[in-house]
């Protein structure tokens, strides 16, 4: 099983990235996928959600309207889309897959799956 994220940079304040989610060696179209970030010296917490079939979507409320989540089953990917960057979006960001393929309770279930990280640092 393979997660990987990638995408991560350094962006200035007010800027853009586009993370990406490649995955591998389970049943992703029958997955839920989600990212999460983690910022230094901060518990993780959820970042977007989307269903398998990618007709649920769901963000935390300090993303809403700024990142966007998309997946493209085809090519086994999921996409986080960020925008207006502030440096409070600093964090290592991961791609993972809640156990749930409608995105149920997927900040408070463990994920099934956990992939590997990638940094994203917003500078002021």
């Known amino acids: 099983v393979q997660l990987q994220a990638s995408g991560g940079g350094l962006v200035q304040a007010g800027g853009s990235l586009r993370l990406s989610c490649a995955a591998a060696?389970?049943?992703?179209?029958?997955?839920?996928i989600a990212w999460f970030r983690q910022a230094p010296g901060k518990e993780r917490e959820g970042v977007a959600c989307?269903?398998?079939?990618?007709?649920?979507?769901y963000y935390r409320d300090p993303v809403k309207g700024r990142f966007t989540i998309s997946r493209d089953n085809a090519k086994k990917m999921v996409y986080l889309q960020m925008s207006e960057l502030t440096p409070e979006d600093t964090a290592e960001y991961y791609c993972?897959?809640?156990?749930?393929?409608?995105?149920?309770?997927?900040?408070?279930?463990?994920?099934?799956?956990w992939g590997q990280g990638t940094l994203v640092t917003v500078s002021s």
């Open positions: 989307i269903s398998s079939s990618g007709d649920f979507i």
């Open positions: 060696g389970f049943a992703f179209g029958y997955s839920a």
């Open positions: 993972a897959a809640p156990p749930y393929n409608s995105c149920y309770d997927w900040e408070g279930q463990r994920p099934t799956y």
